[in-house]
């Protein structure tokens, strides 16, 4: 999780937002209102539904995506990038039990430090699953990130939650 992110008030004008973004070379921006999380804006966002507006008077509000998913500071890690893979998504910002954003996990930077040696594991489960070898050295490789993850202390009912995700997928 980064506690490096753009949070702007709902009113803030969307042209002066995004010249922020550029200057701090960042890829979402969080709307609040309140305090609270209301909205999120990200590149994509801004390609997509900003590019070609010329009124420059407009708010974030005309633009962000509400509501946010977003996850608390205490879910576990795969939970969080399990909700950005269900959902397509590349940011999820991670908010405490008073609603107030603590962070934002980018699900690149998630992967790669948090989930490596796992994410190698699972990219081993890349057998064919219509042939029978294929769908045996699946279930082998599925044993293998279990007896892992215990290990690593994970809770059986998240393991559990885990592999029948991936099955899903």
């Known amino acids: 999780m980064s506690a490096d992110y ?22 979402t921006i969080l709307i609040k209102k309140d305090n609270k999380l209301a909205g999120i804006i990200t590149e994509q966002d801004i390609v997509r539904k900003v590019t070609f507006i010329s009124d420059s008077g407009k708010k974030v509000s005309d633009f962000m995506t509400s509501p946010v ?22 940011h999820l910002p991670v908010i405490n039990m008073n609603s107030e954003v603590v962070g ?8 790669a430090a948090e989930l490596g040696a796992v994410t190698q594991e699972i990219d081993k489960m890349t057998f064919d699953e219509y042939d029978e070898r294929g769908l045996i050295q699946i279930k082998k490789q ?28």
Do not use: C, P, W
């Open 104 to 111: 934002i996990i980018y699900a690149d930077k998630a992967l």
């Open 142 to 169: 599925q044993v293998h990130l279990a007896a892992r993850l215990l290990d690593e202390k994970i809770s059986s009912n998240d393991i559990s939650y885990l592999l029948s995700f991936l099955n899903n997928v």
């Open 69 to 90: 998913i977003f996850v608390y500071e205490d879910d576990l890690l795969f939970h969080a990038v399990g909700k950005m893979r269900k959902n397509n998504l590349r």
């Open 6 to 27: 753009i949070y702007v008030d709902v009113n803030a004008l969307i042209a002066e937002t995004i010249k922020n973004l550029q200057q701090q070379k960042k890829s």
